[in-house]
């Protein structure tokens, strides 16, 4: 059970953290960018979308350029917002962090392993479950597939 929301128990404050779900077209994508961790030690070889904590006084936005400039020397475009099942439409990530997710386009640049990863992979419909994901980037992944299903398989719809 979540102790925040037990009313015997105090809130335990959460930090806000944000990732990029990196697709070929914000659009109609067909392809997401799969980073495997490197660091720290108890994440190294799961495989996550891009992103970090955002930082005291910088806004959600700002930080998740500044994480993908910095991680993988991209700049992006955003696309629409991925949102989570908890109050803010955030995604859990444990007990001590929740993470907003949007769509994003590389438009300058090509993703590389700058920080905090060594291995990058664009990733198929077919191929999203080929890596093994961190367990609280699941949820996200099935929700992007979900929405790469019904841009392959549908008709021109976005």
Do not use: F
Request: hydrophobic share 40%.
């Amino acid at each position: 059970m979540n102790s925040s929301t037990d009313p015997g128990q105090p809130r335990v404050p959460v930090r806000l953290v944000v990732g990029a779900a990196l697709v070929d077209d914000v659009d109609r994508p067909t392809r997401l960018l799969a980073a495997r961790r490197s660091a720290p030690a108890e994440l190294a070889g799961g495989w996550e979308l891009p992103g970090g904590k955002v930082d005291a006084g910088e806004s959600p936005l700002g930080a998740l350029h500044r994480e993908l400039c910095e991680e993988l020397g991209v700049d992006v475009v955003l696309g629409p917002h991925v949102p989570g099942p908890r109050p803010g439409s955030t995604w859990p990530l444990g007990n001590r962090y929740e993470m907003l997710v949007w769509l994003a386009a590389v438009v300058s640049g090509v993703p590389q392993p700058l920080e905090d990863h060594d291995e990058l992979r664009w990733l198929g419909i077919d191929e999203l479950y080929a890596v093994p994901w961190l367990p609280a980037d699941l949820p996200i992944v099935e929700r992007l597939a979900q929405r790469m299903r019904r841009v392959v398989g549908g008709p021109g719809k976005s």
